[in-house]
């Protein structure tokens, strides 16, 4: 039995039903967007390796992700290629641009840390919450099975940035904002809609 904790990541609001059915008619569009978001996982990733690189827990939880992600964006091209369809250019990420502006600006050093590690462990979560559902409802075998092995390795992602954030603030600071972003995001999503062209 899958656990409550770990596959619907304590996420406000869950994907609206309809989604799934929009995105089974977009899938060359899923499969472009998902490879995107599996690139900038990874950048984000040698961002904060770059910007924090005196943090030894940091960069050595972090390096392997680096590489996860990466090999990630590696197999949805596989997945594109394998259908006939190619890459094709980057949209812009509304839901990403949002969250962004959620970020806390000023405030220590480990403050501004937090803020990052928090973002990327929401991002992690949705895309999740996302791939469970590709997983569970989609009629293609290979790609229900495919999603369902991502779903797993992004909910541990999301665990290991908020465990990262706990190494720089207290537990208790750190869960409660990350509750504001919690509700921040369900509001997020309400206001984008049900889009079925991409990821988030």
């Not at 990466?70 to 949209?91: D, I, M, N, Q």
């Not at 509750?179 to 369900?186: G, H, M, P, Q, S």
């Amino acid at each position: 039995m899958e656990s409550k904790d770990k596959f619907t990541l304590g996420l406000e609001l869950p994907t609206d039903p309809r989604w799934i059915d929009i995105a089974q008619e977009h899938i060359r569009d899923i499969l472009v967007d998902h490879a995107y978001c599996e690139q900038k996982a990874a950048s984000s990733c040698i961002s904060l390796i770059i910007l924090h690189p005196d943090r030894e827990k940091l960069v050595e939880v972090l390096a392997p992700i680096v590489a996860e992600e990466w090999s990630h964006f590696e197999r949805v091209l596989a997945e594109l290629k394998k259908r006939g369809y190619t890459l094709g250019p980057s949209r812009k990420d509304e839901y990403v641009e949002a969250l962004f502006k959620l970020v806390k600006k000023g405030g220590s050093r480990e403050q501004q840390l937090v803020e990052k590690l928090l973002l990327n462990a929401l991002i992690e979560a949705r895309s999740c919450e996302r791939f469970k559902v590709l997983w569970k409802h989609i009629p293609d075998p290979e790609l229900s099975e495919f999603y369902h092995e991502l779903m797993i390795s992004e909910a541990g992602h999301y665990k290991t940035f908020l465990h990262l954030a706990k190494e720089y603030l207290p537990e208790d600071v750190v869960m409660h904002r990350w509750r504001e972003w919690l509700e921040a995001e369900a509001e997020i999503m309400r206001g984008l809609g049900v889009r079925g062209d991409r990821i988030h």
